[in-house]
C-alpha cells in the first residue's frame, strides 16, 4: 500500500505560478511510474505529466513549456506551474503506478482567475 498526499494548491492568478508537492507513505521511486492528473469540472481526468523510474518525462501538449514535473528524493514528487491560464483549472491528483495497480491522493484544487 501507497498513500499519496499533495499540497500546494490555491488561487493564482492567470500569469502566475505554483508548486504542487506530493508525499509519498514510503520509498517508491525505484518501482512506481508517478504521475500528476487533473479533473476539470464536467471533464475527464487527464494524464498533465508523469516520470518513468529511470526520470523521462513526459507532457499533455497543452502544458509543454509550462510545466515541470520532478522529485528530490525516494518520496516527493513535485509539478512546478508555471504562466498558469484559466483552463489549467481543476483538481489536481497525485498518481504511482507499478505493474497494473494505481495509488491516488485525495486531489488538491488548482484555481486560475483575475
Known amino acids: 500500500q501507497v498513500q499519496l498526499v499533495e499540497s500546494g494548491g490555491g488561487l493564482v492568478q492567470p500569469g502566475g505560478s505554483l508548486r504542487l508537492s506530493c508525499a509519498a507513505s514510503r520509498n517508491i521511486f525505484s518501482i512506481y511510474i508517478m504521475g500528476w492528473y487533473r479533473q476539470a469540472p464536467g471533464k475527464q481526468r487527464e494524464l498533465v505529466a508523469s516520470?518513468?523510474?529511470?526520470?523521462?518525462t513526459t507532457y499533455v501538449d497543452s502544458v509543454k513549456g509550462r510545466f515541470t514535473i520532478s522529485r528530490d528524493n525516494a518520496k516527493n514528487t513535485y509539478l512546478q506551474m508555471n504562466s498558469l491560464k484559466p483552463e489549467d483549472t481543476a483538481v489536481y491528483y497525485c498518481?504511482?503506478?507499478?505493474?497494473?495497480?494505481?495509488?491516488w491522493g485525495k486531489g488538491t484544487l488548482v484555481t486560475v482567475s483575475s
Open positions: 516520470q518513468t523510474t529511470g526520470g523521462s
Open positions: 498518481n504511482a503506478r507499478s505493474a497494473g495497480i494505481d495509488y
